[in-house]
């Protein structure tokens, strides 16, 4: 854990050849210790830093890895999790059906592991993934019902990247005002 911690102060302080060897003596040490969920996690933040470093396919190849690896542990919390990881990885690549398939999934783990944060989670990104995918009306839809979730479980951050998605998707639809009226809401 102290490893992994270094190495998100690294990460974060945009060091990230010390994050990836202080992440990558994390992952010895829980493997080491049979902790294939803890290995699992930091293997998560190396797929963080190698988006940061525009290596989408090293990043891909990994999440894949890292589902294995929580499937064979039986750990769904852990597929949970690297799923959405993998969907943002594939929205980020404009793959927006493999986005969704692997977020519908991620939805059906949350709500079976009773996790709402998660859940609302993954819904937000569902509508960012349909809205690029090109149903804006679809995609509100839904990211109306994670202010909901989410007012319901006082998260402030998935309201705000809900509300940040919604404002750009009336921008884009040139409702300019509705757009700016969220942005001044996320800004009080």
Known sequence: A????????????????????????????????GDISGAADTK???????IYQGNSKKALSLSNEI????SNNRDKDCVMRSLINRAAIYDNLQNYDAAIIDLKYAISLARELEDSYAEAMALSNLGLAIWHKGNPEEALKILNNVLDMSSET???????????????????????????????????
Not at 5 to 12: F, H, K, R, V
Not at 67 to 70: A, H, K
């Open 44 to 50: 998560g933040n190396l797929v963080d830093i190698y």
């Open 67 to 70: 589902i294995s690896e929580c």
């Open 154 to 188: 006082n998260d402030g951050y998935d309201v705000l990247n809900t509300l940040w998605i919604m404002s750009e998707i009336y921008s884009s639809q040139k409702e300019y005002a509705r757009s700016n009226e969220i942005l001044l809401g996320i800004l009080k």
């Open 2 to 33: 102290c490893y992994n911690n270094l190495g998100l102060i690294a990460q974060e302080t945009g060091k990230y050849d010390d994050a990836l060897r202080l992440y990558q003596l994390s992952i010895d040490m829980d493997i080491e210790l």
